[in-house]
């Protein structure tokens, strides 16, 4: 198993940064292949893929839209992954979840994840 908690969400104003972190626990990324990403679900719309890194390799993907934009980094020593997010606009406005899976590759289908935290809250206003 693995259990994951999200950090860092908030309000800010358009044009702001803010920094998200998920920790995972239980079996973690520096033991066993793990991929973790961050999703985001709006009020009314599905979930959506933000970004993913495959912890071994490195490797890493974006949504076009936040490109240049946010960076999703993950630090080996406290099995935790961020998401710097800059620029941010107000259609950035969402829940965040962090997500899990084990294997290596990066898929953007929510459905391919097995593990998922809490979600946290980042609100930006205009």
């Known amino acids: 198993q693995v259990q994951l908690v999200e950090s860092g969400g908030g309000l800010v104003q358009a044009g702001g940064s803010l920094r998200l972190s998920c920790a995972a626990s239980?079996?973690?990324?520096?033991?066993?292949?793990?991929?973790m990403s961050w999703f985001r679900q709006a009020p009314g719309k599905g979930r959506e893929f933000v970004a993913a890194?495959?912890?071994?390799?490195?490797?890493?993907s974006y949504l076009d839209s936040v490109k240049g934009r946010f960076t999703i980094s993950r630090d080996n020593a406290k099995n935790t992954v961020s998401l710097q997010m800059n620029s941010l606009k107000p259609e950035d406005t969402a829940v965040y979840y962090c997500?899990?899976?084990?294997?290596?590759?990066?898929?953007?289908?929510?459905?391919?994840?097995?593990?998922w935290g809490q979600g946290t809250q980042v609100t930006v206003s205009s």
């Open positions: 890194i495959s912890w071994r390799s490195g490797s890493t």
């Open positions: 239980g079996r973690t990324p520096s033991t066993v292949t793990m991929t």
């Open positions: 997500a899990a899976t084990l294997s290596a590759g990066i898929v953007q289908r929510s459905t391919y994840y097995e593990y």
